[in-house]
């Protein structure tokens, strides 16, 4: 299966279009997110199989147990230059699209991200098929401890390379995470909640010298907690894990006949000439 890491995707994608976030049209936004998705199942579909829209749900769970969780994302997008709600209203508008005309699943799981998707079809299913990751999102490096899973960079435009998942995902926890609010394990739970505070900083020498979680002082057993369930995708609730089983198990809402009508009515004609392709 193809993972398509889906908002990331869409957003990247559009962003490159623009000059100015002020002039994001849903025509265009539509034309250059199909594009991409023709893009991608071009590359990986004759090896990986079919196309996986994997999306965020709103109200994460992980902000129950950790309520900073992303508090900067909302904190950058309140001063920024871009209409939030109108791009997230043009990516709704093509995820349902796409949901209820092509033959791609689409999930949504309620309170889980896109990653809490990727990581669960990935540990259920490395051994039953071939499975590609489409984002940049380097978190992913800890899914290479399964085999038959490989990760492409929409940025890097190339596969992402990791040899020691499961070193890449101790450094991880111990450092944290700051796009994602997440401390290092010497730091506070609030430490980019609150303006002007910053994290202790962590040496490079004492990160070489834990190789292992044994070696760590036991002062810090607390905050590593929190970062293995903020940060390991082991760690993702049962409860969560079903849904998105069980969502998996679902067939696509749309399908190839649904496509010519689709393009018709949007004028897709670029993309009508190549509809073989999706």
């Not at 193809?2 to 995707?9: A, C, G, K, P, S």
């Not at 869409?10 to 049209?25: E, N």
């Not at 190339?158 to 796009?179: M, N, Q, W």
Request: proline share 4%.
């Amino acid at each position: 299966m193809i993972l398509i890491d889906n908002t990331q995707i869409i957003l990247g994608t559009i962003f490159a279009q623009y000059d100015s976030p002020m002039d994001v049209t849903l025509e265009l936004a539509r034309h250059v997110t199909l594009s991409t998705y023709r893009m991608y199942r071009n590359m990986f579909h004759k090896e990986y199989g079919e196309l996986v829209l994997c999306q965020d749900a709103g109200n994460y769970w992980r902000r129950e147990i950790f309520p900073h969780y992303k508090i900067n994302r909302k904190k950058t997008r309140a001063v920024d230059d871009y209409n939030w709600d109108r791009i997230f209203e043009i990516l709704d508008t093509i995820r349902n699209e796409v949901r209820d005309n092509f033959p791609y699943k689409s999930m949504k799981v309620e309170r889980c991200e896109a990653d809490d998707i990727i990581a669960t079809l990935v540990k259920h299913y490395h051994d039953k098929e071939k499975i590609m990751i489409v984002s940049s999102d380097k978190d992913f490096q800890q899914l290479f401890r399964y085999p038959n899973v490989k990760q492409y960079s929409p940025i890097k435009k190339s596969l992402v390379t990791c040899t020691e998942p499961e070193r890449y995902l101790f450094e991880h926890i111990i450092k944290g995470d700051a796009t994602d609010g997440i401390p290092n394990i010497l730091s506070a739970d609030d430490t980019f909640a609150v303006d002007g505070k910053r994290q202790k900083p962590l040496a490079a020498k004492k990160l070489a010298q834990w190789q292992t979680f044994s070696n760590v002082p036991q002062e810090y057993q607390t905050n590593i907690n929190r970062n293995q369930m903020l940060v390991d995708h082991a760690y993702i609730p049962m409860e969560y894990e079903n849904a998105i089983l069980e969502e998996f198990k679902k067939p696509p809402e749309g399908d190839r006949s649904k496509l010519f009508d689709y393009f018709v009515e949007k004028r897709l004609k670029n993309l009508m000439d190549v509809i073989q392709d999706f």
